[in-house]
């Protein structure tokens, strides 16, 4: 029987959309514990798994509607 290989954790951020939907923004987490939205997601506070990035979401303000994302690797965010 085959057995399946634990899957590596992915990095993710934290996102949520701003304007009616019309473009998403992204979390930075100071060091003093404050929270920013970022345009860039390049500058987004990276969390270790998609686990952990839907947690710290979840702890936000619900107003705000934030959910985690999966990074997507350079290589493939430039695909045609």
Do not use: N
């Not at 949520?16 to 979390?27: D, P, V």
């Amino acid at each position: 029987m085959l057995q399946q290989q634990p899957k590596a954790p992915h990095p993710a951020i934290v996102a949520r959309f701003e304007g009616g939907g019309a473009h998403e923004k992204y979390l930075r987490l100071e060091p003093s514990g404050g929270v920013v939205w970022e345009d860039d997601s390049a500058r987004a506070t990276s969390f270790g798994s998609l686990t952990e990035a839907s947690r710290a979401a979840f702890r936000l303000p619900a107003v705000w509607r934030a959910f985690g994302v999966p990074m997507i690797p350079d290589h493939l965010s430039h695909a045609a």
